[in-house]
């Protein structure tokens, strides 16, 4: 089937640890997309790529970092930096800017805890 | 930027009825679309609208550019209807680097 997977579903870290969540997705995307959010809240973009080895900060990029070797992967490390990591992160996709339709597509989003 | 406001904040409906949800956005926009979040917190897609009217069984939305709104209507809410409810729409140009922006959400509680 054809859509966009993240993993870990759940995913605890200690404090001062980097990690890294995962997003791909099959449907021959070219822009994806990195949200934050927090409970009771809207979602907040964090990072997003509109094309292979390009990428731009959201609103809210401190404290993470990505990259964008692949088309399908766009994975996204919480870094030590980021003070407050403990949200619900959920990756997008779509069709790139300028194509006709740019609905963009949601994964099922990894819960980040830090303990 | 572009402000994209929603309305009610939250709605709580008896099973049954009817109810209209409203986004407003402060510029002129390209595409909008709405999103319903189960309680997973999986965000499903509902409507693809930049203007005119769409229906899908009990849920309909109709997109009015030139006034900048568009309303999510829900027929005979059911309790699986409870969720929140975003509207988003893009910040850009269609020729460069684009971004999806959210609204704040409305939340629904159906009770049976």
Redesign the interface.
């Known amino acids: 089937d054809g859509g966009i997977t993240q993993s870990p579903k759940y995913l605890f870290r200690k404090e001062g640890q980097n990690v890294t969540l995962s997003c791909e997705q099959n449907l021959n995307h070219d822009a994806m ?1 990195w ?1 934050r ?1 927090d409970p009771g ?3 907040r ?1 964090i990072y ?1 790529s ?1 094309i292979v080895n390009d990428f ?1 900060k ?1 609103d809210i990029a401190e404290g993470y970092s990505v990259s964008r070797e692949k088309k399908e992967s766009f994975p996204l490390t919480v870094t030590s930096a980021q003070k407050n990591p403990t949200a ?1 992160y ?1 990756c ?1 996709s ?1 069709l790139r ?2 194509a006709m ?6 994964g ?2 990894t ?1 980040l805890t830090v303990v | 930027g572009i402000q994209v406001e929603q309305s009610p904040p939250d709605l709580i409906l008896q099973e049954g009825a009817n109810s209209t949800l409203r986004c407003n956005f402060s510029d002129s926009v390209n595409n909008l679309q709405w999103f319903h979040q189960n309680p997973w917190g999986q965000l499903i897609n509902l409507f693809y609208i930049p203007s005119g009217t769409k229906q899908n069984g009990r849920l309909s939305a109709t997109t009015v550019a030139t006034e900048r709104y568009s309303l999510l209507y829900i027929s005979s809410s059911q309790t699986t209807d409870s969720g929140v409810y975003f509207c988003a729409v893009p910040l850009g140009r269609m020729d460069s680097s684009y971004k999806l922006i959210f609204g704040s959400g409305t939340r629904l509680l159906v009770r049976p």
């Open positions: 997309y949200y959010q809240q809207g979602l973009l997003y509109q731009q959201g619900f959920l997008a779509s800017t300028g339709n740019t609905e963009a597509f949601f099922q989003g819960r």
